[in-house]
């Protein structure tokens, strides 16, 4: 079966800093990758997608990498402000036809002002 | 609608009790799924409904949980015989395109707050 997961459940920076989130996959077929924010006491966001015929993609202050050679995606925050506070997942929605998307445990990222 | 409605915000219930919770998913989406994420959890597939075909109820955790989609649009999740472990927030989500499709982008709504005590 596929697996989504993320390598930090947290993570704290500084108003101002940039942040890198990062997601592991394990299936080789899929194709379509998405990030979404969750707010507190919200449903998540989409942010940002990518396909696997793209290793790149930016966003507003948001930049997608995808490597897969070793099955590894990361989401890229310019300039984090205090509303990027979230927890942030990846979703495989690619792949297999009727292949579900599977999300990983999150990652929360904390804005420090 | 503007956006995926979901109702109640929150429910309190007595263990074994049944709950009903509904969704209202974008007018046009024919994609409705239900996940749960429990406290601090990422999000666990339940169903999947697309258009007029069988669900897919591969994610449903016990018999005591069933859902409908009628017309097409409203979906009712069920939870029968509530137990504790059933607290958690229970999400909704439509889509355009059919899961599969690579396209897949889900617009979820706020959730359904479940709490058994």
């Known amino acids: 079966g596929e697996s989504v997961g993320l390598h930090l459940p947290t993570l704290s920076v500084q108003e101002g800093d940039n942040s890198i989130i990062n997601c592991a996959y394990s299936?080789?077929?899929?194709?379509?990758f998405i990030w979404y924010k969750q707010e507190s006491g919200k449903g998540p966001q989409f942010i940002i997608d990518?396909?696997?015929?793209?290793d790149k993609r930016q966003g507003q202050r948001v930049t997608v990498l995808l490597n897969k050679t070793v099955k590894h995606l990361s989401l890229q925050i310019a300039a984090t402000q205090p509303g990027d506070s979230a927890v942030y997942f990846c979703?495989?929605?690619?792949?297999?036809?009727?292949?579900?998307?599977?999300f990983g445990g999150g990652t929360r990222l904390m804005v420090k002002p | 609608g503007a956006g995926v409605s979901q109702s109640p915000s929150n429910k309190v219930t007595e263990k074994g009790k049944d709950v009903e919770l509904r969704c209202d998913p974008i007018?046009?989406?024919?994609?409705l799924y239900w996940y749960r994420q429990s406290l601090g959890q990422g999000l666990e597939f339940l169903i999947y409904?697309?258009?007029?075909?069988?669900?897919?109820k591969s994610g449903l955790p016990s018999d005591r949980f069933s859902a409908e989609r009628t017309g097409g649009s409203v979906s009712t999740l069920t939870i029968q015989r509530t137990q504790q472990e059933d607290s958690a927030v229970y999400l909704c989500?439509?889509?355009?395109?059919?899961?599969?499709?690579?396209?897949?982008?889900?617009?979820f709504g706020a959730g359904s707050r479940l709490t058994v005590l």
């Open positions: 989500a439509s889509s355009l395109e059919a899961r599969g499709s690579g396209a897949n982008v889900l617009t």
């Open positions: 299936n080789s077929a899929s194709d379509y």
């Open positions: 990518i396909r696997s015929n793209m």
């Open positions: 979703a495989d929605a690619g792949g297999n036809a009727g292949n579900m998307l599977t």
């Open positions: 007018s046009g989406h024919t994609a």
């Open positions: 409904f697309q258009g007029n075909s069988a669900p897919d």
